[in-house]
């Protein structure tokens, strides 16, 4: 699953994304719920969505949504994957519809066995392998980013203790916009 952008951070790329583990008889809600777990959403009071494109029909949460309609919209709650999902098909995941933060996610040409890749068969679906830094859905860099504030200077203390070497990399992200690594040099070099 790839996380191709929304909210403030806008398009993203490269892509983050996320491998899961996950039962044809696990529901959307549960997919859903784990999907906002492995992109570290706090925040899930928002409304959220699956596209199923070869069908047309969208899987929310009906109990949501006051106008619905039953030829185009299915119960997450009670929909299992393996109801309208086979090997190898692709569908979309929006969380949040206002700010739009789209999934690409594509089902792998096999199934796996969970007890062999991941050591334990899961009772939900659960993430198990990912890439990419995963922006803030509020487009905030730090703590108390208000969105004046500069980004402050790392701080100059050995971290993770006093016997730790200081840092030689400093990563700087800008959601949506740019990631730069700098090497600090240290003079007596």
């Known amino acids: 699953m790839d996380l191709l ?50 069908s047309g029909k969208t899987v929310a949460e ?5 106008d619905i309609d039953p030829a185009r919209e ?42 062999e890749v991941l050591g334990v068969v899961p009772d939900r679906p659960l993430p198990y392998w990912g890439w990419g830094v995963i922006p803030d859905p509020y487009g905030r860099m730090f703590d108390g980013d208000d969105g004046g504030t500069p980004i402050p200077e790392p701080p100059h203390q050995p971290w993770p203790g006093p016997d730790a070497p200081e840092p030689m990399f400093i990563t700087e992200h800008g959601p949506g916009q740019y990631t730069r690594t700098v090497r600090i040099i240290d003079n007596d070099e």
């Open 5 to 54: 952008g929304g909210g403030q951070a806008g398009e993203l790329w490269p892509h983050p994304g996320r491998i899961f583990a996950v039962a044809p008889v696990h529901t959307f809600h549960m997919f859903a719920e784990a999907i906002d777990d492995a992109f570290a959403r706090w925040d899930r009071s928002h409304l959220h969505e699956f596209e199923l494109p070869a």
């Open 62 to 66: 009906l109990r949501f949504i006051d």
């Open 74 to 115: 299915l119960d997450a709650d009670v929909l299992t994957l393996g109801e309208v999902l086979e090997l190898g098909a692709e569908f979309r995941y929006t969380f949040d519809l206002g700010d739009n933060w789209r999934h690409r996610c594509v089902i792998g040409p096999q199934e796996i066995d969970p007890g």
